[in-house]
């Protein structure tokens, strides 16, 4: 990394305030677009301006650290994760300007320094925290014993290198040349150019963060922190009477009464929702209020008529997964399908891996071989992934180093959905692609006896092998993201690579310290406090997995046909009624609701 800096000169802020965004993106054969890239972005920034430095990866760290915080929490609650770039990229020009502007630093960031930092936030707090929302927290709700930290530590690091360095030979086909949006890339993108173009939006966007901080913290408390007045004083003050959460609850009881919210339906006040509506546009919003409805209004009072379940989030949850991950799985599967020609040149691009120097005898093109991330890097990731990875999971459970070498080839392939299915929706199912490898493992690895302990390992062999698969596809659709808004500002590849790797090391620490402080008793997920909706669905399919496929209940496997015809059906509508693609729901979102 390099640490001189030379960048605060009138041409490098004119340049910053004239760079337009290449949103729309580039039109010709690979090649030719990618010679676009180079010359009308790449050029006279990605090869001159300071990127890779010390303070922007440290800063990246603590910022990554501190927001993965949030990432821990929300999963918990409500079982999604959101990146934190866009807020990472507000924070730290807000107080890199406030050091410039008080004289603790000579100059400002460059605006591609704040994209590796972004980046480095960006896999700090969120490619690190998603496998203990899910599948440890499900391997703690079967009643296992608590891991260490040092082996939870080991398996967070490994998975997200394997996930980190599986993007390697992805970045080149779905960014530069098919184009995804990655619709999170290019806010954070537009962020950083609106930030650097103009000094004062850049300051006014940290104060709309500040207060939207504040009244976020306001309303929290308002929540649930009046009960601790009580705690603290007595039965005095009486002080939860005025909670907001009271108030809610009351008008939920007389609008919904308590059949409705014993099925999950009713009013919840939560600013995580606001904004995360707000993030994922109205398309997709629209489409999970269609699969919430469908799922939770109509399936399900409609099972309970028959007899087939109870009551409660942990009695539904059970029967509702199944047409929702087929959705999403098959959805993911065509979309990739129907870009079988750009696969195949991802897959025929593995014939250059062990290629020496350029292939090409163009200049342009051996320049931006030099600079891509060499695929080198990509099978050391792979290798040092899956030994640490077998390793940790024979010592730990038992498990096969076969099932774990299986576990992360198949994460290749289903890494390759999860990627595109972000690139499209700006959501990334994790879930789904853990789903089908639980399915896979069911199959493969069943309890050989209805033994306790044997159907137990059953279990936590079926939960840490999609572990693998989940979080690879969750840390390479991450950085996918942030190479998208690198490409868009005419980033050095290579270097904002590098400082996503090394964002692991802090989210890895901080992550598996929260998780032991936020849990510090098993029995709290699954409550009302920690729901754990998404660890609560790897539960439910890892027992139901555990002595076979055949396990599953006529009515799940038809849910199963019918979702997956669901997700068949809704891509092909868009491909033959092209002029109506924009109106029809999002298959991603639906099976996600």
């Known amino acids: 990394m390099t640490t001189h800096e030379h960048d605060s000169s009138p041409d490098a802020a004119s340049a910053a305030h004239e760079y337009h965004l290449p949103i729309d993106g580039f039109e010709g054969s690979p090649e030719e677009i990618e010679r676009q890239w180079y010359l009308q972005c790449y050029q006279g920034r990605g090869d001159s301006m300071l990127q890779l430095t010390w303070r922007a990866v440290l800063m990246g760290s603590v910022l990554g650290g501190v927001l993965s915080l949030t990432n821990i929490y929300i999963g918990l609650k409500a079982g999604w994760a959101f990146g934190v770039a866009i807020t990472a990229c507000i924070l730290s020009y807000a107080i890199w300007t406030s050091f410039y502007r008080v004289g603790l630093v000579r100059t400002k960031m460059t605006i591609l320094e704040n994209n590796c930092m972004q980046s480095t936030a960006s896999s700090a707090g969120y490619s690190t925290g998603g496998t203990l929302v899910s599948a440890f927290s499900a391997y703690l709700m079967l009643g296992n014993p608590d891991l260490s930290i040092p082996i939870m530590m080991g398996w967070v690091f490994f998975l997200a290198v394997l996930g980190v360095t599986m993007a390697i030979p992805m970045k080149r086909q779905m960014i530069n040349v098919e184009q995804l949006r990655f619709p999170t890339g290019i806010a954070a993108a537009e962020t950083l150019n609106a930030l650097h173009s103009t000094g004062t939006q850049g300051m006014r966007s940290a104060r709309a963060l500040a207060i939207a901080g504040v009244l976020a913290a306001i309303n929290q408390f308002w929540l649930a922190g009046l009960a601790l007045i009580d705690k ?36 919840l006040w939560d600013p995580i929702f606001l904004a ?42 059970q029967w509702t997964l199944w047409g929702g991950v087929s959705c999403m799985v098959t959805s993911g599967l065509l979309a990739f399908a129907m870009q079988w020609k750009s696969a195949m040149r991802a897959f025929r691009s593995f014939g250059r891996m062990f290629a020496r120097g350029s292939t090409s005898d163009d200049p342009i093109q051996a320049e931006l071989d030099a600079i891509e991330t060499p695929a080198s890097w990509f099978v050391a990731g792979q290798l040092v992934s899956l ?25 290749f392939a289903l890494s390759l959905v999860a990627c595109r299915v972000t690139g499209e929706t700006d959501t990334t199912p994790v879930g789904a692609m853990g789903k089908i490898t639980q399915l896979i493992f069911g199959g493969l690895s069943p309890a050989r006896t209805p033994a306790p302990v ?30 998208k808004s690198g490409y868009l500002l005419g980033a050095h590849p290579r270097k904002q690579f590098i400082a996503q790797f090394a964002g692991i090391f802090a989210g890895t620490l901080v992550t598996v310290l929260a998780f032991k402080v936020i849990i510090p008793n098993p029995t709290v997920l699954g409550s009302d406090q920690f729901p754990a909706p998404s660890a609560q669905a790897w539960k439910a399919v890892a027992e139901a997995m555990s002595v076979g496929i055949q396990n599953l209940e ?40």
């Open 232 to 267: 603290w004083s007595g039965t005095a003050l009486d002080a939860s009477s005025l909670s907001l959460s009271r108030w809610i609850n009351a008008f939920n009881e007389k609008v919904f009464t308590q059949t409705w919210m014993n099925r999950t339906v009713d009013f």
């Open 276 to 317: 995360a509506g707000a993030l994922a546009g109205f398309r997709v919003c629209a489409s999970m209020i269609l699969g919430a409805v469908t799922c939770w209004m109509i399936f399900v009072p409609a099972i309970q008529d028959h007899g087939l379940a109870g009551e409660g989030y942990r009695e539904l949850i």
């Open 387 to 411: 030994i640490g990875l077998a390793w940790l999971a024979h010592l730990t459970f038992g498990m096969p180093v076969w099932q774990s070498t299986l576990a992360v080839i198949l994460s």
């Open 454 to 483: 044997d159907v137990t390992n059953a279990m936590n062999v079926n939960l840490m092998a999609a572990n693998i698969t989940a979080g690879a596809a969750g840390s390479a659709a991450d950085l996918l993201t942030d190479l």
């Open 554 to 593: 006529p009515l799940k496997v038809w849910s199963i046909c019918i979702g997956g015809g669901v997700g068949l059906l809704l891509p092909l509508l868009g491909v033959i009624l092209p002029k109506q693609q924009k109106y029809m729901p999002s298959p991603a979102a639906i099976g996600l609701a």
